[in-house]
C-alpha cells in the first residue's frame, strides 16, 4: 500500500511538473505570438505614414503648380479659400506634420 502511494505521488508530482511545463511553454508562445503581431503593426504604420507623406509631398506641389499658374493679382476668393484647404488637408495627413 505504502509503496503504491508514493507511487501515486510521484506519478501527480510528475503531471504536475510537466503541467507546468507546458504552461511555460504556452506563455512564450504567446509572447512570441504577440512580439511579432507588434511588429506587424509597427511595420504597416511605417508604410501608411511614408506613403501619407509623399500623397501630402505631391499635394503640396500641386498646390504650388496651381498657384504658379494663377499668378494674376487679385487671386480669386474661391481660389484662395481652395488653397488654404489644400495645405491643411496636406498637413493633416502629413506624419511630420502631425508629429510637431
Known amino acids: 500500500m505504502i509503496e503504491t ?3 501515486l505521488k510521484k506519478l501527480r508530482a510528475q503531471r504536475e511538473q510537466e503541467e507546468k511545463k507546458r504552461q511555460i511553454q504556452r506563455e512564450v508562445q504567446a509572447a512570441e505570438k504577440q512580439q511579432i503581431e507588434q511588429e506587424l503593426t509597427r511595420r504597416k504604420e511605417l508604410e501608411t505614414d511614408a506613403e501619407n507623406w509623399q500623397k501630402a509631398q505631391m499635394i503640396r506641389s500641386f498646390i ?3 498657384e504658379e499658374t494663377n499668378k494674376n493679382p487679385g487671386i480669386n476668393d474661391e481660389l484662395a479659400g481652395w488653397i488654404t484647404w489644400a ?7 502629413d506624419p511630420l506634420s502631425r508629429n510637431h
Do not use: E, F, V, W
Not at 87 to 93: C, Q, R
Open 5 to 7: 502511494a508514493d507511487g
Open 64 to 66: 504650388s503648380a496651381t
Open 87 to 93: 495645405n491643411n488637408y496636406a498637413d493633416l495627413i
